[in-house]
């Protein structure tokens, strides 16, 4: 999952080091999302510092996204508590199609670029990504975070080295360089100006989590049937989550690639 930032960049080329051939995922939940074709710029520098390892795809999670936050953000947010609700579920929908995507080409290895110079942001907190694990452990597919214990002044010092560009800094992040989230912005503005960190409570990380999935691994059953894609044997059970009680409601809507 690709947004050609610091992190994301220094993860899919340490996943050369194991692999042949890199697919980066970028996606957009139609709501806020924009200078997604910023990383085709970053594509290019890759492709032109270490030659063909990596393919590239701009794809749409809209559909989804409408079914586990936009169609209910009221409710969503009444019930929460916290606009983690947004970030949260758009990273969702993007991990479902992810693996749609992994079992449609028979990938079994999906990282990211989460990071804990990161963990103020709900999905790169550590109660989030073991969750996410088990999410894509369900289909068979390992879930890897290959930059999270790296200093960020580590990954700095090396993308500067191969010569990358590195935008605009503002404290230790690079503005110009990767798309944008008008949402996501608002969100985390306290802590960009003022240093004050939203605040997440593990407990409805968790549940959220929990919830959601279940809506993301129907719609993932129902477009895996609709592409003629065989599911493990065990994907219609949870892991760690709560047993259902009952069906939950199929996600419907096809998301395209852009």
């Not at 879930?143 to 002044?153: A, C, E, I, L």
């Not at 003629?228 to 939950?248: H, I, Y």
């Amino acid at each position: 999952m690709f947004s050609g930032g610091i992190d994301s960049t220094t993860a899919a080329i340490r996943l050369t080091r194991e692999f042949d051939r890199v697919h980066l995922l970028t996606w957009g939940n139609g709501y806020g999302h924009y200078r997604l074709g910023r990383t085709r710029a970053r594509m290019a520098e890759l492709k032109r510092l270490y030659g063909d390892r990596f393919q590239h795809g701009l794809g749409s999670v809209q559909g989804l996204f409408e079914c586990l936050v936009v169609n209910d953000l009221e409710g969503n947010w009444r019930r929460w508590g916290s606009g983690f609700v947004w970030c949260l579920g758009c990273k969702l929908a993007m991990h479902a199609h992810s693996v749609v995507y992994c079992l449609e080409r028979g990938i079994r290895t999906l990282a990211d670029g989460s990071s804990q110079s990161t963990g103020e942001m709900v999905e790169q907190m550590l109660v989030s990504i073991y969750r996410i694990r088990d999410f894509y452990a369900r289909y068979g597919i390992e879930y890897r975070t290959p930059v999270y214990t790296v200093p960020r002044s580590e990954e700095i010092a090396f993308l500067r080295q191969e010569g990358f560009r590195m935008g605009l800094r503002v404290g230790d992040r690079f503005l110009g360089v990767q798309p944008k989230c008008r949402p996501g912005e608002l969100y985390y503005l306290p802590f960009l100006l003022f240093n004050q960190p939203p605040k997440h409570d593990p407990e409805p990380i968790t549940a959220y989590l929990d919830e959601k999935a279940e809506l993301a691994h129907a719609w993932i059953a129902e477009e895996c049937a609709r592409r003629g894609l065989a599911l493990p044997s065990d994907a219609g059970s949870s892991l760690d989550g709560p047993e259902a009680t009952s069906s939950p409601p199929a996600c419907s809507g096809r998301d395209g690639d852009r």
